[in-house]
């Protein structure tokens, strides 16, 4: 059965960075994603990497400021995020499925990630 857990949220002031990390078990996917929630909102799809690295996905949010990349011998996705803002608060979910450009089938627990203003 799939898995993923996520790590590296926190708490950050606006202009900072952080590095989220998910791994992935029980299976090898195609493509795997990142995916936020802020409260009252609905979830958004904001970056996805094919199993080739060089098909990435991202929300026009985060285009720019956000860096997606894989580690396909850990089955592990990262996420840089560099230049937060404090619209970049919410939870942020890992998924894994199929294609690079959609959220998967697949989710983790979510990891906090809080920017300070």
């Known amino acids: 059965q799939a898995q993923l857990v996520e790590s590296g949220g926190g708490l950050v002031q606006a202009g900072g960075s952080l590095r989220l990390s998910c791994v992935a078990s029980g299976g090898t996917f195609s493509a795997m994603g990142w995916s936020r929630q802020a409260p009252g909102k609905e979830r958004e799809f904001v970056a996805g990497?094919?199993?080739?690295?060089?098909?990435?996905y991202y929300s026009d949010s985060v285009k720019g400021r956000f860096t997606i990349s894989r580690d396909n011998a850990k089955n592990t996705v990262y996420l840089q995020m560099n230049n937060l803002k404090p619209e970049d608060t919410a939870v942020y979910y890992c998924?894994?499925?199929?294609?690079?450009?959609?959220?998967?089938?697949?989710w983790g627990q979510g990891t906090q990630v809080t920017v300070s203003s």
């Open positions: 998924s894994a499925g199929a294609r690079a450009s959609t959220a998967g089938d697949y």
């Open positions: 990497i094919g199993w080739s690295v060089s098909s990435t």
